[in-house]
Nanobody, 123 residues
Framework: QVKLVESGGGLVQAGGSLRLSCVGV????????MGWFRQAPGKERELVTA???????WYRDSVRGRFTISRDNAKNAIYLQMNSLKPEDTAVYYC?????????????????WGQGTQVTVSS
């Protein structure tokens, strides 16, 4: 079974840090765009950051300079280092992978999704 397995969410105070991990199981994700989405209560799911197989990176403006995405193809994994967290970063964070950049940007018809991990930032 092919899946993305996330870990690393939790509760942190504003200004703190968390690191999310996502490991692909069942196949290699070489050639795939991989990234992180988030969905806050009452809001639509949004792309936070994504990384191509060859190192291209995109960040949402609201997280640029605070979040860092990294990728380890040997481990079939991506990571999200989140620093200077704010209460508005509170959401369920989802790892995702697709061969299409367009699918990642729109967040629709993405081929693989993780189960989601809760990140809560208290003020």
């Amino acid at each position: 079974q092919v899946k993305l397995v996330e870990s690393g969410g939790g509760l942190v105070q504003a200004g703190g840090s968390l690191r999310l991990s996502c490991v692909g199981v069942g196949r290699t994700f070489s050639g795939y765009f991989m990234g992180w989405f988030r969905q806050a209560p009452g809001k639509e799911r949004e792309l936070v950051t994504a990384r191509s197989d060859d190192g291209g990176i995109w960040y949402r403006d609201s997280v640029r300079g605070r979040f860092t995405i990294s990728r380890d193809n040997a481990k079939n994994a991506i990571y999200l280092q989140m620093n200077s967290l704010k209460p508005e970063d509170t959401a369920v964070y989802y790892c995702a992978a697709d061969l299409s950049w367009g699918a990642m940007v729109e967040g629709k018809n993405v081929e693989f999704w993780g189960q989601g991990t809760q990140v809560t930032v208290s003020s």
